[in-house]
């Protein structure tokens, strides 16, 4: 059974900075797909970015510039680095990963407020 844990949310100011980390159990890891989502209440989840097995990455228009998705396949881990956060990009974020099937992390939340 493979499980998706993310980690690094929190409370921040517009402006700033975090980096969220999705680690993931099991051996697929290195050939999967991996993506960050975030929902707020409301509405649909949304995809933010994701990074393919061999690197490839694809961004939401409205974070195009200030957020990087990265993985280190030896780690088994994803991140995703957010700079120049907005009020807006205040949401649960989710970590994605998927192969032959899909697995899903339980969130982690991110306020960007003064």
């Known amino acids: 059974q493979v499980q998706v844990v993310e980690s690094g949310g929190g409370l921040v100011q517009p402006g700033g900075s975090l980096r969220l980390s999705c680690a993931a159990s099991g051996s697929i890891f290195r050939s999967a797909t991996m993506g960050w989502y975030r929902q707020v209440p409301g509405k649909q989840r949304e995809l933010v970015a994701q990074i393919t097995s061999r690197e490839g990455t694809t961004y939401a228009d409205s974070v195009w510039g200030r957020f990087t998705i990265s993985r280190d396949n030896a780690k088994n881990t994803a991140y995703l680095q957010m700079n120049s956060l907005k009020p807006e990009d205040t949401a649960v974020y989710y970590c994605?990963?998927?192969?032959?099937?899909?697995?899903w992390g339980q969130g982690t939340q991110v306020t960007v407020s003064s």
């Open positions: 994605r990963l998927a192969f032959t099937s899909t697995y």
